[in-house]
């Protein structure tokens, strides 16, 4: 049963790094696509001298596009940190299993004492009957 709980949480985690590491590609590929629309420093700094308001226009969609590629990925990667801090309701449940391991654990060394015990006490009664029996015969 442990076994099978420790293979349905390895599927578990392998399906969230998965879908992490989607969510990681998306906001790559979206502040890719921000970037790529990115002028060089000298391009923008004459767009924004131009007479024309459609490049201001421009520069302002594709500086806005960027940087809210960039706070998804921020958002991501903060994400990210605190998913690698286990719930507290998972960290109780892994001090529980370990706790029924030992448990269990310390039950069968319990067990394996108490017959190591009754042995002992088969043996001791039958050295006491064999002394008896001598201490009749005498």
């Known amino acids: 049963m442990a076994e099978r709980q420790a293979f349905d949480q390895q599927l578990q985690l392998d399906s969230q790094v998965q879908s992490?590491?989607?969510?990681m590609i998306a906001c790559v590929m979206?502040?890719?696509?921000a970037l790529l629309h990115c002028l060089p420093a000298r391009e923008l700094q004459a767009i924004d001298l131009s007479p024309h308001p459609?490049?201001?226009?421009?520069?302002?969609?594709?500086?806005?596009d960027f940087i809210e590629a960039a706070k998804k990925l921020q958002r991501y990667f903060i994400s990210l940190q605190q998913?690698?801090?286990?719930?507290?309701?998972?960290?109780?449940?892994?001090?529980?299993?370990?706790?029924?391991?030992?448990?269990?654990?310390?039950?069968?060394?319990?067990?394996?004492?108490?017959?190591?015990?009754?042995?002992?006490?088969?043996d001791?009664?039958?050295?006491?009957?064999?002394?008896?029996?001598?201490?009749?015969?005498v």
Do not use: C
């Open 20 to 23: 992490s590491w989607e969510d």
């Open 30 to 33: 979206a502040l890719e696509v």
């Open 54 to 64: 459609s490049h201001q226009i421009d520069v302002g969609r594709h500086a806005g």
């Open 83 to 122: 998913g690698d801090q286990p719930t507290k309701s998972e960290t109780l449940r892994k001090e529980i299993a370990m706790m029924e391991e030992e448990l269990l654990l310390k039950t069968e060394i319990v067990e394996k004492q108490e017959k190591l015990i009754q042995g002992w006490r088969r």
């Open 124 to 137: 001791l009664k039958d050295q006491l009957d064999k002394h008896n029996i001598e201490l009749d015969r």
